[in-house]
């Protein structure tokens, strides 16, 4: 487990405590991503990249439904909001894969696409 990084200079929340910020680093991306830990690390990715073609990460419904932001934390500590199991089951959230759009981070991270497509019935079942 990563320790967590000492609060950097960020914004006072109503309370006057500073909310912390941390580095995401995506696979494939050119540029790492600042996020607060109150914010979900998919609209973190969606502001430092706002041409969706250089997105790092797919971007669905962002509200956990579609799965679309589907990825593989390899590095750091995070906490999760609900999760359709649909799309992350309890196994896989334990082998660190989650949806982006539900995420906030607790440290600095890794993190890597995991989208599987359409799930499909199988064949006789719609």
């Known amino acids: 487990m990563i320790p967590q990084r000492q609060a950097k ?3 006072a929340m109503a309370d006057g405590t500073m909310t912390r910020s941390f580095t995401i680093r995506f696979k ?8 607060d830990e109150s914010q979900k690390v998919l609209i973190a990715m969606e502001q430092a990249f706002p041409d969706s073609r250089l997105q790092p990460v797919r971007v669905g419904c962002r509200q956990g ?9 390899t590095k750091g500590d995070y906490t999760t ?7 992350v089951t309890e196994a896989e959230q334990a082998q660190g894969y989650a949806l982006a759009c539900r995420i906030y981070p607790q440290s600095d991270m890794e993190i890597e696409s995991a989208f599987l ?4 019935a199988p064949k006789g079942q719609n």
């Open 9 to 11: 200079e960020g914004d």
């Open 28 to 35: 494939g991306a050119d540029r790492p991503v600042t996020c």
């Open 65 to 73: 439904g579609c799965g679309a932001c589907r990825v593989k934390v």
């Open 81 to 87: 909001a609900k999760m359709s199991r649909a799309h």
């Open 117 to 120: 497509g359409p799930r499909r």
